[in-house]
């Protein structure tokens, strides 16, 4: 994987993260709108967009500064694809299981009539999801991140189930995913080149042996 490679998808992390602070804070403003007022629910609203739009933007910004497409990336032939299998695989097992663990979750808190529990166990799996993608991406920051994300939901798992718990969570969730985005804003692009030159030296060794 080259340097534009990384930049490129370390763009679509940040969009991701960023639309993910989105949805929590969006459940989090959802769950304490009654109690709020309108007054505050206009401004948070209006923070909740101005947040992801920010994001959104510099994250667009990024990947146009690569110069590298996705078409790019599939004229590349076999050794393109070669580079970015790790990546590729480690993505797909990760979003197979987080469908799956999500799914199964749901369905029994569905049934044992526990639906307050829906939202940390969401966010638990999408969490954990990060772990693989940290190990093939060589990004401490995903690991960083499922570790807050995995902690705020095992406490919320345990919490009393209530609409100010609900908020709480959601709001310590969005906050965990937008300083994470930026984050990898701000320091992931100096990674880049490290991971770069690693990878290469992990191809070469295992090359030789």
């Known amino acids: 994987m080259t340097h534009r490679q990384f930049l490129w998808g370390l763009s679509g992390g940040v969009s991701a993260l960023a639309l993910r602070g ?7 403003s959802s769950a304490s709108a009654r109690h ?42 076999a050794s393109g694809r070669r580079e970015t ?11 197979l299981g987080q469908a799956l663990l999500i799914g199964l979750g749901v369905w029994w808190f569905m049934r044992a009539n526990r639906h307050e ?7 638990l799996i999408v969490s954990l999801h990060l772990v693989p993608l ?20 095992v406490i ?10 609900l908020a709480y969570f959601a709001g310590v969730m969005a906050a965990i995913m937008w300083l994470s985005a930026a984050y990898l804003l701000r320091c992931g692009p100096d990674r880049g080149q490290s991971i770069e030159t690693s990878m290469k030296q992990e191809q070469e060794s295992s090359t030789e042996m």
């Open 22 to 28: 989105f949805f929590w804070f969006g459940v989090g």
């Open 117 to 123: 529990m829906i939202w940390p166990w969401i966010g």
């Open 36 to 77: 709020a007022g309108w007054l505050v629910f206009g401004l948070s609203t209006v923070f909740q967009f101005g947040m992801v739009v920010g994001l959104l933007w510099l994250a667009g910004r990024l990947r146009r500064r690569t110069g590298f497409s996705a078409a790019e990336l599939r004229q590349g032939g």
């Open 156 to 165: 919320a798992l345990a919490a009393p189930s209530t609409l100010h718990n």
């Open 134 to 153: 940290a190990r093939v991406l060589h990004l401490r920051a995903f690991y960083v991140t499922a570790l807050a994300g995995g902690v705020t939901c």
């Open 85 to 95: 299998r790790p990546f590729r695989v480690a993505f797909g097992w990760a979003t």
